[in-house]
């Protein structure tokens, strides 16, 4: 990777700063997070401010490195611009996809940049099918289609078993948000990446499935 855009260097900045302020501050943090109740009550701002939020320093840095990672290949693709609108149409259907699942869950509340992060992983991957990732644990490249892949059926257990106050449900809202506005951007991918666009969809399928059986 070469050096990160400013673009990234701020997104990630406003991440840690709020998060950081949740972490100090209960009051800020319950003010701002994704709460179905509130949000029915008509606080929609929670919507959008809770992907600023997270859950403690690890979940903070999941997402921010995930980010690191994927986000400058989607804005050496398609600019700065249209790289702030993937982000947030990630961010806000990640949050819509949240509502969706706990509509009825008048308490249920999520944290995190998952949906716009997802968002951004899904359509780095779309740009670049040959990415490969090498990790600190694991010393060969990893394609980036595989870990993408295996983050979303990753947050397909962390839905299914209520793992932390994370919102996994907007990983799948975010990765929508993140392969549609892609595919509307660069068409060509339709020609180009067929089938790597048939392997990204296999979890979201997956999802899907498992809602209608009454499994998630």
């Known amino acids: 990777m070469g050096d990160l ?14 998060s950081y302020k ?23 701002f929670r919507m959008f401010s809770s992907g600023f939020l997270h859950v403690d320093t690890t979940h903070l840095l999941l997402n921010m490195l995930t980010l690191y990672f994927f986000a400058d290949r989607v804005i050496f693709s398609v600019g700065e611009f249209n790289f702030i609108v993937i982000y947030i149409i ?17 308490q249920y509340s999520a944290v995190g940049a998952s949906g716009a992060v997802t968002g951004i992983l899904y359509s780095a991957i779309l740009l670049d099918p040959s990415m490969s990732l090498y990790l600190f644990f694991i010393p060969i490249p990893i394609p980036a289609y595989v870990f993408g ?5 990753y947050s397909i257990y962390g839905m299914k078993n209520s793992i932390g ?12 948000g993140g392969l549609v506005v892609t595919l509307i951007m660069v068409p ?22 498992m809602h209608k059986m009454g499994k998630i």
Not at 95 to 105: A, C, G, V
Request: overall charge negative; glycine content about 12%; hydrophobic content about 50%.
């Open 5 to 18: 855009s400013l673009v990234t260097v701020i997104i990630i900045a406003a991440n840690v700063i709020i």
């Open 22 to 44: 949740g972490f100090g501050d209960y009051g800020f943090f319950e003010r701002y997070k994704f709460n179905v109740g509130s949000i029915r009550r008509g606080e929609q």
């Open 90 to 106: 990630s961010l806000i259907l990640g949050s819509l996809f949240s509502l969706y699942f706990h509509q009825d869950e008048y």
């Open 149 to 153: 892949i295996g983050y979303m059926l």
């Open 165 to 176: 106050n994370i919102g996994h449900d907007a990983h799948f809202g975010g990765a929508i």
């Open 188 to 209: 060509t991918l339709f020609k180009t990446d067929l089938l790597m666009i048939g392997l990204l969809i296999i979890p979201i399928v997956i999802l899907f499935v």
